[in-house]
C-alpha cells in the first residue's frame, strides 16, 4: 500500500464549477500538509500549506486536513481555464527535513 | 530573484551510460533536494543536500548519487543507466525555515534508448 493515495483523474469540469480533489494518507507521522501544482512541462509550484487539522483559505482555494481520518482535500471555487494543471497532495514527518512524499497527481481540465 | 536552475534541460543516453545533471538553487537557499518524476510512481524522492551534507536519501539503488558544493550548487549522477531511469529529474531548494516549502526547478529530461 503506498503511503499516499491520490486519484488520478484526469478531472474535466465546466467553467466556474467548484473542484474538489482528495488524498488519503496511511502515515500517522506525517505533520505537514501541501499541494502543489503543475503546469505542463514545468516544475511543480506550492500553492497551500498547512500543518494542524481544520481549513486554511487563499482566495479560491481552501485547502482541508482530517488528521483523525488521514484525509486531506483541495476546494478549488470558481474555476478558470488557467487553473488546468496537474495537483499534486504532499506531505512530510517532523523530521523529514526537505523529504516529501507526494500523491501521483490529479489532472485538471477546466472548460471554457 | 532567480529561481531554481537546471541543466541540461533535455538528454538522451544509451542503456550503461552515466549522467550528470546540474541545479543551482535559489540565493541564500542552502537546502538541495532531487526528485525523479515518472507518469506510473509519480514524484519520488531522491536525496537532500544542506551544507554540502546529505541529510536524507530515498529508496534508490547506489547508481544514483549527488553532491552538494560550497556555493549550495548540487549535482546528481546516474551510472550504468537503465532504461528504467527514463524520468523528468527533478530539483528543489528550500530557504532556513523548516516548512516543507520546496521551490522547484523546470527538470532535466532523461531519455534512455
Known amino acids: 500500500q503506498k503511503e499516499v493515495e491520490q486519484d488520478p483523474g484526469p478531472l474535466s469540469v465546466p467553467e466556474g464549477a467548484i473542484v474538489s480533489l482528495n488524498c488519503t494518507y496511511s502515515?500517522?507521522?506525517?505533520?505537514?500538509f501541501m499541494w502543489y501544482r503543475q503546469y505542463s512541462r514545468k516544475g511543480p509550484e506550492l500553492l497551500m500549506y498547512?500543518?494542524?487539522?481544520g481549513n486554511k483559505e487563499d482566495g479560491r482555494f481552501t485547502a482541508q486536513v482530517d488528521k483523525s481520518s488521514k484525509y486531506i482535500s483541495l476546494f478549488i471555487r470558481d474555476s478558470q481555464p488557467s487553473d488546468s494543471a496537474t495537483y499534486l497532495c504532499?506531505?512530510?514527518?517532523?523530521?523529514?527535513?526537505?523529504?516529501?512524499?507526494f500523491g501521483t497527481g490529479t489532472k485538471l481540465q477546466v472548460i471554457p | 530573484k532567480a529561481g531554481v536552475t537546471q541543466t541540461p534541460r533535455y538528454l538522451i543516453k544509451t542503456r550503461g551510460q552515466q549522467v550528470t545533471l546540474s541545479c543551482s538553487p535559489i540565493?541564500?537557499?542552502?537546502?538541495v533536494s532531487w526528485y525523479q518524476q515518472t507518469p506510473g510512481q509519480g514524484l519520488q524522492f531522491l536525496f537532500e543536500?544542506?551544507?554540502?551534507?546529505?541529510?536524507n536519501k530515498g529508496n534508490f539503488p547506489g547508481r544514483f548519487s549527488g553532491r552538494q558544493f560550497s556555493n549550495s550548487r548540487s549535482e546528481m549522477n546516474v551510472s550504468t543507466l537503465e532504461l528504467g531511469d527514463s524520468a523528468l529529474y527533478l530539483c528543489?531548494?528550500?530557504?532556513?525555515?523548516?516548512?516543507?516549502?520546496?521551490?522547484f526547478g523546470e527538470g532535466s529530461r532523461l531519455t534512455v534508448l
Open positions: 504532499a506531505l512530510r514527518d517532523s523530521g523529514g527535513y526537505q523529504k516529501v512524499t
Open positions: 502515515n500517522s507521522a506525517f505533520q505537514y
Open positions: 498547512t500543518y494542524s487539522s
Open positions: 540565493s541564500g537557499h542552502r537546502s
Open positions: 543536500y544542506f551544507s554540502e551534507t546529505q541529510r
Open positions: 528543489a531548494s528550500a530557504g532556513l525555515i523548516n516548512t516543507g516549502e520546496l521551490f
